[in-house]
């Protein structure tokens, strides 16, 4: 599966960004976001199952919403409210089930000025 991953870019303390990741075919398994900032661990951000059933770090409750379309294969993320400390490279992932593979996107960057 190939999953492209697009909608990052420089953003002001506070602003907005809308991340989309489009999977060439139909997932099955839960897909999420997970973020790398400089000289950090990557972290899970959020994710959700097909069903609707979506999961979230704390630092990111209350700003960020994770949707998915299954018509479209893809999985979005909202980002409200953003912060410097949500600068990082964004990936888009596919959960290792009993049907699918682990899978990533390339990553999009997110920067967010003070």
């Known amino acids: 599966v190939q999953l492209q991953a697009s909608g990052g870019g420089l953003v002001h303390f506070g602003g907005s960004l809308r991340l989309s990741c489009a999977a060439s075919?139909?997932?099955?398994?839960?897909m999420g976001w997970y973020r790398q900032a400089p000289e950090k661990q990557r972290e899970l951000v959020a994710d959700?199952?097909?069903?609707?059933?979506?999961n979230y770090v704390d630092a990111v409750k209350g700003r960020f919403t994770i949707s998915r379309d299954n018509a479209k294969n893809t999985v979005y993320l909202q980002m409200n409210s953003l912060k410097p400390e949500d600068t990082g490279v964004y990936y888009c992932?596919?959960?290792?089930?009993?049907?699918?593979?682990?899978?990533w996107g390339q990553g999009t960057l997110v920067t967010v000025s003070s």
């Open positions: 992932n596919i959960r290792q089930s009993f049907l699918e593979k682990e899978s």
């Open positions: 075919r139909r997932i099955s398994s839960i």
């Open positions: 959700i199952n097909r069903g609707g059933v979506t």
